[in-house]
């Protein structure tokens, strides 16, 4: 499925809550460091994870599921494997006001789920990081493909 530019640019502009199943408070995990990013940018990232309820990451309550979430949510970011990916987003279908949009990581893919929340409505971005999205998107990535930040050596 050929997914368009524009259409990546709109849910990365619309998007203000994004909930990230699967966060981990490892900092060299991609879960984190996406996470991480993302909330850098300003949008509100909630974690959740059920190993680690009740801490805090990124100034947010991580919560043991998305049934924990009370506030609205814009998009939920799955790190999670495949196989997982029918739970969470039939929890994300049932429990978040205002869902518009369904984000699986790069690796995990899941045609059926996407169907279903398709049929609700739902945007579902499939085998894609929206950190590299965004960076692509809005021009931040820099030669190479990488995002880099300034290095300089005095020698």
Same mark, same amino acid.
């Given at each position: 499925m050929?997914?368009?530019? *524009?259409?990546? $640019?709109?849910?990365?502009?619309?998007? $203000? /809550?994004?909930?990230?199943?699967?966060?981990?408070?490892?900092?060299?995990?991609?879960?984190?460091?996406?996470?991480? %990013?993302?909330?850098?940018?300003? %949008? $509100?990232?909630? *974690?959740?994870?059920?190993?680690?309820?009740?801490?805090?990451?990124?100034? +947010?309550? /991580?919560?043991?599921? !998305?049934?924990?979430?009370?506030? !609205?949510? @814009?998009m939920? @970011?799955?790190?999670? #494997?495949?196989?997982?990916? *029918?739970?969470?987003?039939?929890?994300?279908?049932?429990? !978040?006001?205002?869902?518009?949009?369904?984000?699986?990581?790069? =690796?995990?893919?899941?045609?059926a789920?996407?169907?279903?929340?398709?049929? #609700?409505?739902? @945007?579902?971005? +499939?085998?894609?990081? *929206?950190?590299?999205? %965004?960076?692509?998107?809005? =021009?931040?990535?820099?030669?190479?493909?990488f995002?880099? =930040?300034?290095?300089?050596? $005095? !020698?």
């Amino acid at each position: 499925m050929s997914i368009s530019d *524009p259409f990546l $640019k709109d849910i990365l502009t619309r998007t $203000k /809550v994004i909930a990230v199943v699967g966060v981990s408070m490892n900092p060299v995990r991609p879960s984190y460091y996406v996470a991480r %990013y993302l909330s850098l940018k300003g %949008y $509100k990232v909630i *974690p959740v994870n059920p190993g680690h309820a009740g801490e805090r990451l990124f100034g +947010q309550e /991580v919560r043991a599921s !998305l049934s924990d979430i009370s506030e !609205l949510v @814009d998009m939920v @970011d799955i790190f999670r #494997r495949s196989e997982a990916v *029918p739970g969470v987003v039939h929890e994300a279908l049932e429990v !978040l006001e205002g869902l518009r949009t369904i984000w699986m990581q790069i =690796g995990v893919e899941h045609a059926a789920a996407a169907a279903v929340a398709e049929a #609700r409505g739902v @945007d579902v971005i +499939q085998n894609r990081c *929206p950190k590299i999205e %965004y960076q692509r998107l809005f =021009g931040e990535l820099r030669m190479g493909g990488f995002a880099t =930040g300034v290095i300089s050596s $005095k !020698l």
